[in-house]
């Protein structure tokens, strides 16, 4: 227990200085408008290229830095660095391209009272609410305080849209939906990954869809993985996809190499 402690302590001050030392990286995983089969968008994902430990993934670092604060300066920067490149693409390749970014319910607390600097940024970088996609889990939804409903109407203000992360695996109320002015749901790779051979699951995809459709909202399917789930994603009308099959997440220059082949440059 002590040696696990010193080792949390060690982490955390390695994380204070990890921004100064330029330590974090933004990957980017493509999604994929499935009727088009071209990349709309991008998840923004978080790294952090120790220089003792090489590259540690969210779970290891991102709890730690909701407890002790430091997720507000994290967040500050994944937000400026990946708007300033989604802006890039979104003149370079795919004019409505959009990046999505992650956002825990410590670090929307906190972040709360950065919105007018957030819009400030998408200005300077001429990049629209629009192009911006912030992404929550139902869980925030059901613990909701009246700062969280301030800060989403914000964002619907701002023209900045939000998606239901991890859709189908917590326990919010279906008028949570349309309460909050949700844009996207993301159903939860757990139930793609056996629609091919679970008819609960392919019924569950399914009515999922019909359902995020007739509240006018799009559907994104994570952890897509094979051709036969791709199939069966667009034959239930599924608007995006994202997972293995298309890509891992990328550093932004093999990212770019994708826009690349998928607009047509050599």
Not at 120 to 130: A, D, I, S
Not at 175 to 202: C, E, G, H, P, V
Not at 208 to 229: D, N, R, S, W, Y
Not at 259 to 265: D, V
Request: charged share 25%.
């Amino acid at each position: 227990m002590q040696e696990a402690a010193l080792a949390r302590r060690q982490l955390t001050n390695d994380m204070r200085g990890a921004l100064v030392e330029q330590q974090y990286r933004i990957y980017y995983q493509p999604i994929i408008h499935l009727p088009s089969n071209r990349i709309a968008k991008a998840e923004a994902l978080i790294r952090w290229q120790h220089p003792a430990h090489g590259l540690i993934y969210p779970d290891a670092f991102i709890p730690i830095a909701e407890e002790t604060g430091i997720i507000s300066d994290i967040g500050e920067w994944v937000y400026r660095t990946a708007t300033q490149q989604a802006a890039h693409w979104r003149t370079g390749y795919f004019k409505d391209f959009q990046i999505s970014i992650n956002k825990s319910p410590a670090q929307l607390q906190q972040n709360g009272n950065r919105l007018v600097a957030w819009c400030k940024q998408l200005q300077k970088t001429e990049l629209p609410g629009e192009g911006v996609v912030v992404e929550i889990t139902e869980g925030m939804l059901m613990e909701a305080s009246d700062d969280i409903k301030s800060i989403l109407l914000a964002y619907r203000d701002a023209g900045i849209q939000v998606a239901l992360d991890d859709f189908g695996t917590g326990y919010s109320s279906l008028s949570y939906l349309s309460r909050f002015d949700i844009d996207y749901i993301k159903i939860d790779q757990s139930f793609i990954r056996n629609m091919a051979t679970s008819k609960d699951d392919m019924d569950l995809c399914e009515a999922i869809v019909a359902m995020a459709h007739k509240l006018g909202l799009k559907v994104v399917a994570e952890g897509v993985e094979t051709e036969e789930q791709k199939a069966l994603l667009i034959k239930i009308g599924c608007d995006f996809a994202q997972g293995f099959l298309f890509s891992k997440p990328l550093p932004p220059e093999e990212f770019e190499e994708l826009l690349k082949k998928m607009s047509g440059e050599t």
